[in-house]
C-alpha cells in the first residue's frame, strides 16, 4: 500500500451516517460506518443514554478501516409522537456528532432531531439518483424543506426511496477513480475473481482496461453470443445492459466504496485521486463528468443532514445491482449461469443488504448477518474467502423478504418486483410479471380490510400507455432489452391479477400507488369503469432524484399519448386496463397541456384523514418554483 500524502485529512472515527432509518415509537434504527469498531451511547432526549452494546449493534467489519455499524434500539416506553426528539450518538462517552460531524447539525442545534408522526399525514419519496447526471440533486430539496420547518407536525412522517438510490452499472469515470482510491485508503477487502480475465480484484484495479473499458476484462469463451456480448457489448446483451456500463462496478469493496461517496462528504476528504492515463477522446469525458462530480460532491452535507433528521425507507429497482436485473427467465439463467457475472450481481446485492435492505425491517435479516459476519470474518488475510463469499450471495438470492409493509396509517406495503417475478416459462426472452402469484396473493392479504393503503412499486402500476405499447411492440419481436420492457402490464398473469385485487370488495377503497423508475413525474386518477362506490387509485410517479428523460423524446411521448389515448379513443379497449378510467392530473406549470413533468428534484404528497392525497407537488431541484399536480374535472373523461 502506498504512503497516505500528506495533504489529507486523517482518518476519522467516522465515514458515514448516521442515517436514520425505520422509525417507530418504540424503536430507532441507524445506520452508520466507522473507520473502527465504535463503542457508541445513543442518547435521547426525554430518555436518556442508552449503551450500543452487541444487542443494540450489530457490527460487520469491511475493511481494515471500515465499519459498518447498524443500530436497532427498541425502546421499554413509547417515544412521544408530533414532538421534536433530540438524539446524538456518543463515541467513547464524549465526542458528541456536534464535534465529529458538526454539518449534520441545524443552526443553532446542538444535535440532530427526528420527529415521531401517529399518522402519515405527509411523505417525500422519488428515486433514481445517478451522480454524474447534470441536474441537481433532489436530495437538497429535502434538506431545505427540512430547514425551514420548526413546527413538528409539518416535518414528513418519512422518505421513501423507491429504487435507484445508487447506479452501480453507471458510474462516471471520476467516481470510479474516487472508488478506487478510497478502496486504497480504507484498506477494503480483495477477492478473487472465477471466469474473469483478471484473477483478483487488486489486478482489475491496476489493469488499463479498468477505466471505461471493463468489457475488454470480461471471459473470452466462444459461444452462439460472446460472453463479451452477453455482458456489455452490443445491441443485443441479456445481462449487463446500461448502454453506459463500460465502468460497471464488479466487486464488493467498489460498491460498498460508492455508498460512502454518494451519501456522505467524509469519505471525499480522505482521497485526491488524479485521473487515470486515457485517450484523448477518454479524457474529455473524463474531465466534463469530473465537472459534474464535483457539482454532486458540494451538496452531500446537506444530504446527509437531511438523512440524519427523516427516517428513509428504500427499495432496490434495477441499477442498484444492474440495468434490467431480473427482466426474463432468459436473463436469469444467463447471468446466474456463469460464476463472474453471479459475483457482480451478488457483490452488489451483498452491499445493498448491509446499506439499504436491513434498514427497512431488521428483524427479518438476522440469519443473513450472521452469513456476512462470516464473510468479513474471512477477510483477516486482506482476501475474502471465495467460497464463503458465493454462499452467502446464493442466500440472498434465495432471500425472499426483501419487501415490507409499516404499521402505519394507512398501511404502508413496499414491494419487491425485481426478485419475486412472475416468469415465463414458455417464452423465456418475454419479460417476467413484476409479482408472481405468491407474492400478488400475500400482497391482497396485507390489503384486506384496510380503509386506505399506500403501495410502493418501483415501477408504475399505472403507467403510460404508448411507451408500453412501443415496449410491448418490442417484446413481441424478441428485442425486450432495448426498451427496457419493465412495466406491470408487459405480463398477461401479473396484469391480470394485481387488477383484480384493486378491484376486490375487501381491499382498501383508497389506494396510492408511489413509483419511480421512469425519469419523469406524472399523477393518475383511476376509476372502476361503471362501479360508483370505488375503489379510488392514485398513480403517483416521481423521478428522479437526479435524472431526466431525453426533453424532446418525452415531449413527443407526452403528446402522441394524449392524441392516441385520449378519452373517447377506441385505442383505450385493446389495453388490459379498458375497464378502468384513466384521467391525468396537469403539472401546475405546463405550457402546452403535458401531463408529464421532466425535472429532478422529490415529490411530496399530502394525506387527508381518509387516506386520499389532498395535494401532490413536486419539488423541482433546479431552483424553479415547485410544481403542484392539479386535479381534472372527472366530468371531461367519461365512463
Not at 482518518?11 to 463503542?39: D, F, H, I, K, M
Request: overall charge negative; aromatic content about 8%.
Amino acid at each position: 500500500m502506498s504512503p497516505i500524502p500528506a495533504d489529507l485529512n486523517p482518518l476519522p472515527p467516522v465515514l458515514a451516517g448516521p442515517l436514520l432509518r425505520r422509525l417507530e415509537p418504540t424503536r430507532v434504527v441507524l445506520w452508520l460506518v466507522g473507520t473502527r469498531e465504535l463503542s457508541l451511547t445513543l442518547r435521547l432526549q426525554g430518555v436518556g443514554d442508552i449503551p450500543l452494546d452487541a444487542g443494540r449493534c450489530t457490527v460487520i467489519p469491511v475493511g481494515r478501516h471500515a465499519f459498518v455499524h447498524l443500530i436497532d434500539v427498541v425502546l421499554d416506553s413509547a417515544l412521544p409522537c408530533e414532538t421534536v426528539v433530540g438524539y446524538d450518538l456518543l463515541i467513547d462517552g464524549q465526542q458528541r456528532i456536534a464535534d465529529w460531524a458538526p454539518h449534520l447539525v441545524y443552526g443553532d442545534a446542538t444535535c440532530p432531531n427526528f420527529v415521531v408522526r401517529s399518522r402519515i399525514d405527509q411523505l417525500l419519496h422519488g428515486s433514481c439518483r445517478k451522480p454524474h447526471h447534470p441536474a441537481a440533486d433532489g436530495l437538497l430539496c429535502v434538506d431545505q424543506l427540512l430547514s425551514g420547518e420548526t413546527d413538528p407536525q409539518q416535518r414528513p412522517a418519512l422518505l421513501m426511496m423507491s429504487g435507484d438510490q445508487i447506479y452501480a452499472d453507471d458510474v462516471a469515470g471520476p467516481m470510479l477513480r474516487a472508488i478506487h482510491a478510497l478502496i486504497e485508503r480504507l484498506g477494503l477487502f480483495d477477492e478473487h475473481l472465477e471466469g474473469a480475465v483478471v484473477s483478483d480484484s487488486a489486478k482489475l484495479y491496476q489493469h488499463p482496461a479498468s477505466y471505461y473499458h471493463r468489457a475488454d476484462l470480461l471471459p473470452a469463451l466462444e459461444s452462439n453470443e460472446t460472453l463479451r456480448e452477453r455482458f456489455f457489448g452490443g445491441a443485443r446483451k441479456p445481462i449487463f445492459t446500461s448502454s453506459s456500463a463500460d465502468n460497471h462496478l464488479v466487486t464488493f469493496a467498489e460498491v460498498m466504496a460508492m455508498y460512502l461517496l454518494v451519501w456522505s462528504p467524509i469519505a471525499w476528504g480522505l482521497i485526491n485521486p488524479a485521473a487515470p492515463s486515457l485517450t484523448p477522446e477518454r479524457l474529455k469525458r473524463y474531465t466534463l463528468e469530473q465537472t459534474r462530480i464535483d457539482g454532486f460532491k458540494a451538496g452531500l452535507g446537506k444530504v446527509a443532514r437531511a438523512l440524519a433528521h427523516l427516517p428513509s425507507l428504500m427499495i432496490f429497482d434495477d441499477h442498484d445491482i444492474t440495468d434490467d436485473w431480473n427482466l426474463s427467465a432468459q436473463w436469469e439463467e444467463t447471468a446466474y449461469g456463469h460464476p463472474f457475472s453471479k459475483r457482480i450481481i451478488g457483490n452488489a446485492l451483498i452491499a445493498y443488504m448491509l446499506c439499504q435492505g436491513w434498514g427497512n425491517n431488521p428483524d427479518v435479516f438476522k440469519d443473513v448477518l450472521e452469513n456476512t459476519r462470516r464473510l468479513s470474518a474471512s477477510g483477516d488475510d486482506q482476501y475474502l474467502d471465495s467460497p464463503v463469499q458465493d454462499a452467502l450471495i446464493d442466500d440472498l438470492l434465495r432471500f425472499q423478504h426483501w419487501h415490507f409493509v409499516l404499521p402505519s396509517s394507512p398501511a404502508l406495503v413496499v414491494l419487491d418486483t425485481r426478485t419475486r417475478r412472475w416468469r415465463s416459462e414458455m417464452a423465456l426472452k418475454q419479460p417476467s410479471g413484476l409479482l408472481d402469484w405468491e407474492a400478488l396473493s400475500e400482497l391482497q392479504q396485507e390489503l384486506l380490510d384496510h380503509p386506505s393503503a399506500i403501495i410502493v412499486s418501483p415501477a408504475p402500476i399505472f403507467g403510460v400507455k404508448l411507451i408500453e405499447t412501443v415496449q410491448k411492440v418490442f417484446s413481441w419481436c424478441g428485442y425486450p432489452l432495448l426498451v427496457d420492457a419493465e412495466n406491470w402490464m408487459a405480463h398477461r398473469g401479473a396484469a391480470q391479477v394485481i387488477l383484480n385485487i384493486f378491484r376486490h370488495t375487501r381491499t382498501p377503497g383508497n389506494y396510492v400507488v408511489l413509483s419511480g423508475d421512469v425519469h419523469y413525474s406524472f399523477v393518475y386518477e383511476v376509476l372502476i369503469r361503471h362501479r360508483k362506490a370505488g375503489p379510488r387509485i392514485w398513480q403517483i410517479t416521481s423521478s428522479g432524484i437526479k435524472n431526466e428523460f431525453p426533453k424532446t423524446l418525452l415531449e413527443w411521448f407526452d403528446r402522441l399519448n394524449r392524441w392516441l389515448y385520449s378519452p373517447r379513443s377506441p385505442l383505450n379497449w385493446f389495453t388490459k386496463r379498458r375497464r378502468m378510467r384513466i384521467v391525468p392530473y396537469t403539472p401546475e406549470h405546463a405550457e402546452a397541456g403535458e401531463r408529464l413533468w421532466n425535472s429532478a428534484g422529490i415529490g411530496q404528497v399530502f394525506f387527508n384523514a381518509q387516506g386520499q392525497p389532498s395535494e401532490i407537488i413536486q419539488h423541482n431541484s433546479n431552483g424553479a418554483l415547485k410544481t403542484r399536480m392539479l386535479a381534472p374535472e372527472l366530468g371531461d373523461y367519461p365512463d
